[in-house]
């Protein structure tokens, strides 16, 4: 079935990279998504990776795509307080859906970064 | 900003009320999606509509039930109401073409709270 798995909890110093890790089971996903929520806030679309890349860098950002272990990973470097939220991981979409295209969430990873 | 709107932000009832949650999407966005977000499960897919038609149904209860109009705004009704409905229930819209990476924004959710 379909699952996606993410440890719960990261603490990091400001300045530090931070690397949240992310496992899912659905090896035909087309894309795999990261979100990050504030509290009390939405869902914000922080990058994406198709499938069939192994690297994906966006600024501070950088997502590692394992396809063989199904293993995902976001690296944010010189962490910021202004990071501090819950990073959700996401794995769905495809290319050529015709509206077939709901995305499996992780639990969340909640990032805290103290000075 | 993501461009999708939400209303209303908070809604506060009692069991066995039935409330209706509205969702305008993106402009141009053709599909639109609908989570629940609650502590014990995590965010849920619920349902997608693409152009006014359902397209693929998630974990949505019979006491729940969508819509999406000609202007492709959408609706989510929740009837019966039991304190375990009580979540954040976020829309989300893609464009949902195929020359387009089929990427889900999401709206600043709508917090039920049922007494």
């Known amino acids: 079935g379909e699952d996606v798995e993410q440890s719960l909890f990261l603490s990091v110093r400001e300045g530090d990279s931070s690397v949240i890790n992310c496992t899912y089971t659905?090896?035909?996903?087309?894309?795999l998504y990261w979100y990050k929520q504030e509290p009390g806030a939405g869902l914000q679309l922080l990058t994406y990776?198709?499938?069939?890349?192994d690297m994906k860098q966006d600024q501070r950002l950088t997502v590692l795509l394992n396809k063989k272990d199904k293993h995902l990973s976001l690296r944010i470097a010189d962490t910021q307080t202004g990071d501090s939220a819950i990073y959700f991981c996401?794995?769905?979409?495809?290319?050529?859906?015709?509206?077939?295209?709901?995305?499996?969430f992780g639990a969340g990873t909640r990032l805290a970064v103290h000075p | 900003d993501s461009g999708v709107t939400q209303t209303p932000k908070h809604l506060i009832t009692a069991t066995g009320q039935r409330v209706t949650l509205r969702c305008s999407p993106r402009?141009?966005?053709?599909?639109v999606y609908w989570y629940q977000q609650s502590l014990d499960q995590g965010l849920q897919f619920l349902i997608q509509?693409?152009?006014?038609?359902?397209?693929a149904k998630g974990n949505i209860l019979e006491r729940f039930s969508a819509q999406q109009f000609p202007d492709l705004h959408s609706e989510l009704n929740l009837s019966s109401l039991e304190l375990g409905d009580s979540a954040l229930y976020f829309c989300?819209?893609?464009?949902?073409?195929?020359?387009?990476?089929?990427?889900?924004?999401f709206g600043p959710g709508t917090r039920l709270t049922v007494l």
């Open positions: 996401a794995e769905g979409g495809d290319l050529f859906s015709g509206g077939y295209n709901k995305l499996i």
């Open positions: 659905d090896s035909s996903s087309t894309y």
């Open positions: 509509y693409y152009n006014g038609e359902e397209r």
């Open positions: 402009s141009g966005d053709l599909s």
């Open positions: 989300a819209s893609s464009p949902d073409r195929r020359d387009l990476t089929d990427t889900q924004y």
């Open positions: 990776i198709f499938s069939n890349m």
